[in-house]
């Protein structure tokens, strides 16, 4: 039997709020560290996701945002370090609640 993994890096909604889903089946707290209901150590990974924030879609400065992505390694795998690009409203466009 093949053990699947998961892909990492997923999020789900709590509260309204996107929150890692590998989080919310681990116990720990931030800045000390995060332990899997599997008993395996949250590890970190970096990935870059490029912003577009330019008037087109799919154009912008260049600028990337990178943030650290938490995952179990025995259940899930690495998150790819290139993000999904973050698509950011134009500025006159969208600023607008
Ligand atoms: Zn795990």
Redesign the pocket.
């Known amino acids: 039997m093949v053990e699947q993994k998961r892909q990492g890096g997923r999020t789900t909604k709590k509260d309204g709020e996107d929150i890692w889903l590998?989080l919310t089946?681990s116990e720990g707290k931030e800045g000390v560290g995060f332990t899997?209901?599997?008993?395996?150590e949250i590890q970190g990974t970096s990935v870059a996701s490029p912003i577009w924030d330019g008037p087109f879609r799919m154009s912008g400065s260049g600028r990337v945002h990178t943030q650290t992505v938490p995952f179990?390694p025995?259940?899930?795998t690495p998150p790819d370090y290139h993000g999904a690009p973050i698509d950011v409203p134009y500025p006159g466009v969208a600023n607008k609640f």
């Open positions: 590998v089946e899997h209901s599997c008993g395996e179990c025995k259940c899930e």
